[in-house]
C-alpha cells in the first residue's frame, strides 16, 4: 500500500518509481481538512498511482494542489493531474507559472541534469495557465506561505494546520528503523549557503508541531532538526573546502562524499543502507557536493 495515514487529516502517498531504490522516496502530501488540498504530486509517471490512491481515499475534488516547487520529481505531473481535476487551481512561485504552463525549457533541463531518472519520471505536460496562481498574491488565511530560496530560486514552504510542508528545504529526510533519522542536505547548483540559512532561520521562525518532507516522512523533531540542518550545512562547507584545498581535482567530488559519510552523524545511517539505497544516494549527493565546489570555488576566486 503506497498511502501513509499521518493523521485524521493528513496523509503521504508513496510515488514510487521504477528506478531501483526509488521506493518511499518521493511523496504527495495530501490534506484533507476544510478542503482538500494536494502538496506536490510528483512526477507524471506515478499520476496514475496517485490518482489511484485518491480514489482509494475517496476523494472526488481537491481545492488546491500547492507546489513546493516545480522541479520534476515534485511538480513534472501537474499537468497530467489536472486533466482529471480541471477546475483546481495551481499555486507557485511567479518565477514557475510560465515553466508550468509551457514545460518545454523545464523538461529538457530535467533531462540535462537528471538523465535517466527524468526520463522514468516522464515527460512534462502544460497546465492550464488559467488554473495557475502566482503563490505572492494567493491568499488563504488557513495557508501560510514562506518563501525559502535556498534548494531552488522558486522554492516555497507551507504551513497548514500544524504542518510545515517543508520541500526541500529542509534538506532529504528518511526515518530509520529504529526511530533515528537520515538527513542529507539538497544543494545542487546553483547553491549559495547563506540563502538556504536564510530560509531555515524562516523556517526556523514559523510556528509549526510537525515537518513533512518532501522526500520522505515526516517529524515532529522539530525545531531540533533544523537547527540541526543549518549546522550540517555549515559543517559540509568547512569539509568541502578544507578537500578543494587538499584534493586532486579529478578526485574531489568522490572524496568529499567519502569525507562526509565518515564524518557527518546524520548521515549515519548510510551504512546501513541497502545497495539500491546507496545508489540513489551516492548519485544526488554528486549534485548536492557540486552545488558547494562551485559556490565556494566563486567565494575564494
Known amino acids: 500500500m503506497n498511502i501513509i495515514q499521518i493523521s485524521p487529516e493528513l496523509y503521504l502517498i508513496s510515488l514510487d518509481q521504477e528506478l531501483a531504490g526509488f521506493k518511499a522516496f518521493i511523496g504527495a502530501w495530501l490534506y484533507k481538512g476544510k478542503k482538500n488540498i494536494l502538496i506536490d ?6 499520476i496514475p498511482l496517485l490518482i489511484n490512491a485518491l480514489k482509494q481515499l475517496e476523494v472526488k475534488h481537491l481545492d488546491l494542489v500547492m507546489l513546493t516547487h516545480i522541479h520534476i520529481d515534485h ?11 480541471p477546475d483546481t487551481p495551481v499555486v507557485c512561485h511567479k518565477a514557475g507559472v510560465r515553466h508550468m504552463a509551457d514545460p518545454l525549457r523545464l ?10 531518472p527524468a526520463r522514468v519520471y516522464g515527460e512534462i505536460n502544460p497546465v492550464n495557465k488559467d488554473l495557475l496562481i502566482d503563490a505572492a498574491i494567493f491568499k488563504d488565511p488557513d495557508i501560510l506561505i514562506i518563501p525559502t530560496p535556498g534548494h531552488a530560486v522558486h522554492h516555497l ?15 532529504i529526510f528518511l526515518n530509520l528503523s529504529n526511530s533515528d533519522f537520515y538527513l542529507r542536505p539538497a544543494t545542487p547548483p546553483r547553491f549559495f549557503l547563506e540563502t538556504s540559512i536564510q530560509s531555515i532561520d524562516a523556517l526556523l521562525q514559523t510556528p509549526h508541531k510537525h515537518i513533512c518532507y518532501g522526500h520522505f516522512g515526516v517529524t515532529d523533531k522539530t525545531p531540533v532538526i533544523l537547527e540541526q540542518h543549518k549546522d550540517q550545512l555549515l559543517t559540509w562547507a568547512d569539509i568541502i573546502k578544507e578537500q578543494i584545498k587538499s584534493c ?4 574531489l567530488t568522490e572524496s568529499c ?5 565518515d564524518h557527518d552523524p546524520l548521515m549515519t545511517g548510510w551504512h546501513n543502507f541497502k545497495d539500491s539505497i546507496l545508489q540513489r544516494e551516492r548519485y544526488f549527493m554528486k549534485n548536492s557536493v557540486q552545488g558547494f565546489i562551485e559556490y565556494l570555488s566563486q567565494e575564494d576566486s
Open 41 to 46: 504530486p510528483g512526477p507524471g509517471s506515478t
Open 75 to 85: 511538480a513534472g505531473g501537474v499537468g497530467d493531474l489536472s486533466l482529471h481535476f
Open 107 to 116: 523538461w529538457q533541463g530535467s533531462l540535462k541534469i537528471l538523465g535517466e
Open 157 to 171: 514552504s507551507f504551513v497548514l494546520d500544524k504542518y510545515l510542508f517543508a520541500g526541500e528545504a529542509g534538506g
Open 248 to 251: 586532486d581535482p579529478d578526485n
Open 257 to 261: 562524499i567519502n569525507v562526509l559519510v
